[in-house]
DNA sequence: CCAAAAGTGTTTATGATACACCCATGA
DNA sequence: TCATGGGTGTATCATAAACACTTTTGG
């Protein structure tokens, strides 16, 4: 007997997108205003439905495509939300993904071309169905990736300084760290290239910018070693 | 406008059960003989198709409990597989599942009335599609669990000698461990309970024998309280 | 010359690891 | 009495945390 796959029921499955971003200051969440109903005006994440011929991932891609023109990043798999009301017109099972971009790389065509904004998250809206659960879920994914492996390489610029890292630590973590300490950790992964070059904008005797050395990271990965945060 | 829902592409989202037990030796691997094409008599995880009036944790336990009569268990979602082709008859996107249940509770209805197995990880036979993957990522799983929290609750039986709760985790880490130390760590999480009896099974001299304090267990996690392995 | 951020090491505390002997009992 | 597994504590090492002053330079 061939099991009778006909039977079984159907359902959409959504692909909802997590983007976070950091600013020099804080930890920003990408959203779009949705302007289709239900909840059409409404802030929400960037969300669409798999199709036959595609597999989740390549979903994700798309959808934060189209609707942000962000490409070639990185999406995660995050968790499924799969509440039988959670979309009030039809069953929906969604899977969320999240990713990590560098603001200043994708802002100016964000805000021109789509209807995305990045929000402070102090200040995030409202959001339609069950989105603000899914961005619990991935600021928690967040912070553990901190403390497993390095982050800088998706949301700081290509050269940074040391202080603008250990902000962005400190804004995924929620807690001020000490210069210092924080200096020699990050040595002590030794992924990191000092340049000559120094940022003089944010003082009068300027600070040194680094790159991250990723054939290092890569390598230093592979044989095993501890990233821990 | 309203969006229309119904031209999206519908899919069959299945879902998949990864259990761990084990047997004061090692690690095992619940497993089914498919009773239905195709694959037909390949052993298998224990799967079957998510239903309209249900959400993915609800499948999944009444999925589990169909094939191997196992009822309340904590099940906690994996991951999602969605290769185009990985079901050869039909488009499914699989939900995998993972649990950890103690062998010694479910053994004789399991063989009696099931055509359930446990398999020592040594020697897993053959399985049907991407369910090799499932397997891996759910023992990437069970090892992170295993070194954020205490493991033992599920796992063992109500009663345990610091033997038995030995030689799980380093089944599950996959290396020896110092006796002494072992215990020095278990007893600095502070949730175990030392009973009078002992088990005399296993020596001559004898064993005491400890249960988990649920009470304290839960008490301290809420409080924050590493229990980092 | 002073304000503002950058840069730099050492001491202390805490947790992790390594390690060896006596105990109780049934056969 | 002896063989078997059970039970116990300390010293050392490594990592994490706390901590303050000097440097540079534009205004």
Known sequence: ???????????????????????DEELKLLLIKRDFEPEKGQWSLMGGFL???????????RILYHLTGINDIYLEQLYNFSKI??????????VSYFALINISEHDTKLTA????????????PPLIFDHDKMVKHA????????STGPIGFELLPEKFTMRQLQKLYEAILGEKLDKRNFINKINSFDILIKLEEKDMSSSRKGSFLYKFDQEKYQKKKAEGFSFKF
């Open 139 to 146: 600021s928690r994914r967040l912070l553990y990736r901190a």
């Open 113 to 124: 071309n789509y209807s995305a904004k990045w929000f402070s998250f102090k200040d995030i």
């Open 1 to 23: 007997m061939i099991h009778n796959y006909k039977s079984e029921d159907k359902v959409l499955v959504a692909v909802d997108c997590i983007i976070f971003g950091f600013d």
């Open 85 to 94: 009301d959670r979309d009030p017109v039809t069953r929906t099972v969604s």
């Open 51 to 61: 199709k036959k011929d595609e597999n989740l991932d390549q979903a994700a891609n």
